[in-house]
């Protein structure tokens, strides 16, 4: 049984504001109809807003569940992120502008960085890199990283970015996986005052690696962590100092096939080792290009700011492709949102004069903790958008956005994607579409999302497993050296269907249309012959005003099969006491109906994350069912649910 029921009701709902509406670079939904009657027509033409050195005849070729976009067209990712903007009017703009967490700052115009990126790539020459060799980059938030991906991708190079914040054995791991040939690091980098220690973790992996021939490394930190001249290892490691200034500013672009592959990304299944999800070029860019100018509205004059890491495929595709695409000037920030102090963003977005706001809602949810008190120190009236990505949104935390950080005035698009997606695939055009708190709306103009159930039956209204119907530019080609799996993970969900994606979330669809995500279908409940998305119930504890944060789970129970245990978080300065659990539990009870008061709650100052922030329940499920704990490698802080289990065990006993 598939079908999810759907508890949580919710109508409040926003036009795009009249203004904003009148000037936004989508304002008719005309574009839906469009694209649905001619989709190879609508994505011909996206792609057409990129540079070809040869352009395509052809636009898709569908062997289900193997997709070619653009097949004969040829390109360069860099020439169409960089430069066609160097070479015209946007010369002389900012394309990035950084500051690094002790408050040191630096700006590339569009012509600094087609030098950097052109002198880089002269760099990979050097080393050996060829067309299709892998790169694998390990770096801090720095303007480095662009410019080393973009490097890459002038070579034909592809790249294999491993977020800065993972452990020696997780860069080694996949760096074996990848086969890379080089890798780029720092010396270090800067995370709530301290230095993470990249280079020695660097040392430690490049040691069990056989492909690696050259480490390049960044000098950022200049502290005596792994990073100094004596850890150079003579012939294998080199400053990127050092080879930029000798390498020559001018690299000819090499032309590459639409269907060439631009990156991997790892992404870490629930289970087994991490999936190399590979991207190609022309679909993928075509699709970061033209979601980040609807979606985002995106103006000659933004400043936008993502704050996602470039270790993400929302660092890749919402920092990187998608807005140098456009010709934007992006802020890039290296630390921590609370360093030195929580308005360290409002601070930013004051400073630099942010338009744009895109960010997650585990973020938005530790702002809400923290209080509206931080934002409120700093003028933010420049913003005019604000988005969420990575989990469900729960409406308070919404609302909360909306009010505090938008001035009641922003729209908020909450955009529903995948790193297998390579960009977004549901989420509201803001200049058309009515919103409403918690609903990443409907699915962009040339996307095809369904709502099925175990036979593929479309459900109209209600609860049921999110399909992609049929094939999207920017969709993964295959997981790296695993296309079984690819085949296994993605497109066997519904018998004899090879053409139907399954991104694995459960959704609600309203009778608007309007989708709702409710959370990964592994982790949905079965309370009594109920299925129930946690989103939901999280939703109702989060709308209680004493709650910032919380997270929802299964544990086994004789009578309902499943009894529902939540982990709360409160915002500062409220205690946990006997009366607020049973205020919350009634909350619960009043808000979606009494099958999902919660059995246990446990109050907890911090919720296990993976290191991209989302809610790891599967370790929340092995606590609440006082099992040894699953693997916790990809959790951001281990001793969070070290306590956790501590605090339920003292509990239950
Ligand atoms: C979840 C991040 C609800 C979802 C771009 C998806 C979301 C997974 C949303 C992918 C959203 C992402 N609303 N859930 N707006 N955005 N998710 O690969 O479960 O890090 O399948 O890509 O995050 O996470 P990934």
Redesign the pocket.
């Known amino acids: 049984m598939t079908d999810i029921d759907v508890l949580l009701e919710e109508h409040r709902k926003f036009k795009p504001p009249e203004t904003f509406a009148r000037n936004a670079n989508v304002r008719s939904a005309e574009i839906y109809e469009r694209a649905a009657k001619d989709y190879e027509g609508f994505w011909a033409e996206c792609a057409r807003e990129l540079e070809w050195s040869k352009p395509f005849t052809k636009v898709l070729e569908w062997a289900p569940p193997r997709s070619k976009w653009f097949a004969d067209g040829e390109l360069n990712a860099s020439v169409s992120c960089v430069d066609r903007h160097a070479r015209g009017e946007r010369a002389n703009k900012a394309a990035i502008i950084w500051e690094g967490e002790p408050g040191d700052t630096r700006t590339l115009t569009y012509a600094e960085l087609l030098d950097e990126v052109c002198r880089f790539a002269s760099v990979l020459d050097s080393l050996g890199v060829e067309k299709g060799d892998r790169v694998s980059i390990y770096l801090p938030m720095i303007p480095e990283a662009a410019i080393a991906m973009l490097a890459c991708a002038r070579v034909g190079a592809v790249h294999s970015v491993v977020f800065g914040g993972f452990s020696a054995e997780s860069l080694r791991d996949r760096i074996v996986d990848a086969g890379a040939k080089v890798l780029i690091t720092a010396d270090g980098g800067f995370r709530r005052g301290q230095v993470v220690p990249l280079k020695k973790n660097a040392d430690d992996a490049v040691a069990q690696t056989p492909t690696i021939e050259h480490v390049v490394v960044v000098r950022r930190t200049e502290k005596p962590i792994g990073g100094t001249e004596a850890s150079m290892k003579a012939g294998r490691d080199k400053w990127w100092h050092e080879l930029m200034a000798k390498a020559s500013p001018t690299r000819a672009p090499t032309a590459v096939n639409a269907e060439d592959i631009l990156f991997t990304l790892y ?1 870490s299944g629930t289970t087994g080792k991490p999936k190399g999800i590979v991207h190609t070029t022309g679909g993928y860019l075509t699709q970061c290009a033209v979601t980040t100018r609807m979606i985002f509205d995106l103006k000659e004059s933004d400043v936008y700011w993502c704050t996602a890491d470039v270790g ?3 660092g890749h ?1 919402y920092i990187v492709y998608g807005p140098l695409a456009n010709g934007a000037t992006c802020m890039m920030y290296e630390g921590a949102p609370d360093w030195p102090e929580k308005d360290r963003f409002w601070a930013l977005c004051e400073k630099y004069g942010v338009t744009i706001f895109y960010t997650a ?1 585990t973020a938005i949810r530790a702002f809400m903790k923290w209080g509206a008190q931080h934002a409120e120190k700093h003028d933010l009236s420049k913003l005019r958008l604000l988005g ?6 729960n409406p308070e935390a919404w609302m909360w956005y909306r009010e505090n950080i938008g001035g009641n005035r922003c729209p908020i698009v ?8 390579g960009a ?1 695939m ?2 509201p055009l803001p200049g058309i579409t009515e919103t409403t708190p918690g609903s ?1 709306t409907v699915a962009f103009p040339g996307i095809t999302a369904e709502l099925l159930d175990d036979n593929a039956k479309p459900i109209k209204v209600g609860g049921g497993l999110l399909a992609i119907t049929k094939p999207w530019p920017g969709m993964l080609r295959t997981i790296w050296g695993d296309d079984e799996r690819y085949v296994k993970t993605y497109f066997s969900k519904w018998p004899g269907r090879p053409d139907l994606y399954f ?3 459960g959704a609600k669809r309203d009778e608007d249309g309007n989708f709702w ?1 409710l ?2 279908v592994d982790d949905v409940l079965n309370v009594a012959g109920h299925r129930i998305g946690t ?1 939901e119930v999280e939703s109702a504890l989060v709308d209680h005003h004493a709650v910032a944060e919380a997270a929802v789970v299964g544990k086994a129970h004789d009578l309902k099969g499943q009894a529902i245990a939540a982990f709360v978080t409160l915002r500062e300065g409220i205690n946990a006491t006997p009366e607020l659990l049973a205020e919350l539990r009634d909350h619960v009870g009043t808000k979606i109906g009494a099958i999902a008061k919660p059995d246990d709650i446990i109050f907890s100052a911090d919720l296990p994350k993976t290191r ?1 922030g ?1 809610i790891m329940r599967r370790l929340l499920r092995d606590i609440a069912e006082g099992r040894a704990l699953g693997d916790t490698t990809t959790l951001a802080d281990p001793a969070v649910v070290a306590a956790l289990k501590d605090q339920y065990e003292s509990i239950e006993g």
């Open positions: 992404t993400w495929v929302t595709s809602p969420s990505v990575g989990e469900p949104i909450d955009t529903w994607w995948q790193t297998e997606t977004t549901i989420s990443a991104p694995g979330d995500i959370g990964r989103m991209s989302k």
